[in-house]
């Protein structure tokens, strides 16, 4: 974050050093995240287009979030005239940060500080996260945010892609027959962020990979290293408690067999992120009206606000805000 404008260095040190950048200092936050929006929209595209896209919409993220009392009545006290009308402030944390606290002490402050908490999508493997009963908390927690979560996904919705989990220490010879219809795998260490890789180079890096963690290995369309949205769709939430009122798009999807399996499981109602689905072969017809459920499948669910897709940011933030997400009488 630092090294996009002078000025947002001293917040990078901030946020390193003191684990949090407080509400008194959002303005000037905000204001040096805006002005990426000024030059940053010739340069996206290559390398840079990652750093830019998730400045700009934490921007948007906060100033959605920040002061915004449609959305936070519901968390403000009566007695609270400070936040009466413009609504509840909002401070960024660092989630390593809390790791120097034990739990009590963790809670108290969390407890003593805020409302609730929300988390941005997704969040590395590596990210440790700590929870806590004691206060709502929107986002992933560390077991969600794990190989674990995925197989339980798979496992309640009967959905999912060819997927392998390898221990520790095994040492394979040749791949699984199955994966040879792939050109490439997608290999998650246990821990560890992704990576896709080509399936001549998959048994090295597996062997490679098992010497020191387990490995879930998971097929990955043919012929695409980066999947186009004919293959691989997002789908918003919270889903809307008015279900006639979601775009057609997401009202096909939502009726696939597999979200609504999951929906006996998870109130997706009532939680903040989105859901990912994939497609292995590429369809003759891209159009919504044919469009074929079964041949998706469930790949994966982050919860949290996502920073790296704008139509998809702007999507879950309307939802929370259509759902009345903080709504204390709707958290049980």
Known sequence: MGNLTPGLKSHAVTMFEVGKLSDESMENFVSELGKIEEFAIDDEGGEAERYFLHAILLCQTIQFLRHNFDLTKDLIDNDTSEHSQKGLGLDLIRCESLLNLDQDSCERLLMRNY???????????????????????????????????????????????????ISKGVRLTRLPETLYNYDFVMLTPWGRDSTVISISNALIAINETTIFNPVLIQAYPQNNYKLSESELVHIPLPLLDDGEKDEHVCLKFIKHPAIEKMREHINLNRICGYLTLIKYHKPFCCSVDHLDLDEWCIYDCHFGIPLFDRQLNNDVCNRIHFNRLFDKEKFN
């Open 115 to 165: 409302e609730l908490l929300i988390s941005v999508a997704p969040l590395s493997n590596e990210t440790q996260i700590f929870t806590s009963e004691m206060i709502p908390y929107f986002g992933a927690s560390s077991l969600v945010n794990s190989i674990w979560f995925k197989l339980y996904l798979y496992s309640i919705t009967n959905s999912g892609p060819v997927s392998y989990l």
